[in-house]
């Protein structure tokens, strides 16, 4: 069993950075496969990284590619999320996910068995 927290959102502008948080409790977290989605309003929820349990491995949806950065701690039990060159249209709610699976289609929702309540990120234009 895994809790998530996220934390760190906010409003900023356009160019602006802003760094997500995610706190795990649960002794499985260190062997989790670590994710953050999105959804916007009126939109579907939307993958943006992940991050394999020894964060050997990261991936990131195309649009957020070169800037935004997945990172994990394991002895803190956080998965970051450092978003830097913000746009617009990376306005949304974003929530950490996790799940024990090390294998599969760490992009889609069905992947994951544990999430937070989200995190608001608002960036004006």
């Known amino acids: 069993q895994v809790q998530l927290v996220e934390s760190g959102g906010g409003l900023v502008q356009a160019g602006g950075s802003l760094r997500l948080s995610c706190a795990a409790s649960g002794r499985t977290f260190s062997s989790s496969f670590m994710g953050w989605f999105r959804q916007a309003p009126g939109k579907e929820s939307e993958f943006v990284a992940a991050i394999s349990w020894r964060g050997s491995s990261t991936y990131y949806a195309d649009s957020v590619k070169g800037r935004f950065t997945i990172s994990r701690d394991n002895a803190k039990n956080t998965v970051d999320l450092q978003m830097n060159s913000l746009k617009p249209e990376d306005t949304a709610v974003y929530y950490c996910?996790?799940?024990?699976?090390?294998?599969?289609?760490?992009?889609?929702?069905?992947?994951?068995?544990?999430w937070g309540q989200g995190t608001q990120v608002t960036v004006s234009s």
């Open positions: 996910a996790a799940t024990a699976r090390q294998y599969g289609n760490w992009y889609s929702r069905a992947f994951y068995d544990y």
